[in-house]
C-alpha cells in the first residue's frame, strides 16, 4: 500500500510560480513510477507529468503533457519519498485540482503513463488557482 499526500496548492497570479510536492508513504517508493493529473469540475482528469523510477537519475524517463511542456518539471527525491511538479509561468486555464498518482507496473509506452487508468494509488488532490 502507498499513501500519498499532496502539498504546494494555492491562489496565484497568471505568470507566477507554484511548487507542488506529493508525499509518498512505504519502503518501496523509488520502485513506483509517479504522475501528476489535474482536473477540473465537470471534465475528465487529464494527465500533466510523469516520472519513471531508476535508482540513477540519468535512469529515469519524463512525460509531459503538450499544454505544460516548457513550463512544468516533475522531479523525484527518493531519499525524501517526494515527488514535486514545478510550475512556472502559469496560465489561467492551469487552475485545476492537482492529483498525485503512483503506479508500479513497468510500462514501455508513453501513452501508457498518460492514462488515468494506469495508476493503483492517488492522492487527494491540492488545489491550484491562477488568476488573470
Known amino acids: 500500500q502507498v499513501q500519498l499526500v499532496e502539498s504546494g496548492g494555492g491562489l496565484v497570479q497568471a505568470g507566477g510560480s507554484l511548487r507542488l510536492s506529493c508525499a509518498a508513504s512505504?519502503?518501496?517508493?523509488?520502485?513506483?513510477?509517479m504522475g501528476w493529473f489535474r482536473q477540473v469540475p465537470g471534465k475528465e482528469r487529464e494527465f500533466v507529468a510523469v516520472?519513471?523510477?531508476?535508482?540513477?537519475?540519468?535512469?529515469?524517463?519524463?512525460y509531459y503533457a503538450d499544454s505544460v511542456k516548457g513550463r512544468f518539471t516533475i522531479s523525484r527525491d527518493n531519499a525524501k519519498n517526494t515527488v514535486y511538479l514545478q510550475m512556472n509561468s502559469l496560465k489561467p486555464e492551469d487552475t485545476a485540482v492537482y492529483y498525485c498518482a503512483a503506479t508500479s507496473r513497468t510500462y514501455y509506452s508513453g501513452s501508457d503513463y498518460r492514462a488515468v487508468r494506469s495508476y493503483d494509488y492517488w492522492g487527494q488532490g491540492t488545489q491550484v488557482t491562477v488568476s488573470s
Open positions: 516520472i519513471t523510477w531508476s535508482g540513477r537519475v540519468s535512469g529515469r524517463t519524463t
Open positions: 512505504g519502503r518501496t517508493f523509488s520502485s513506483y513510477a
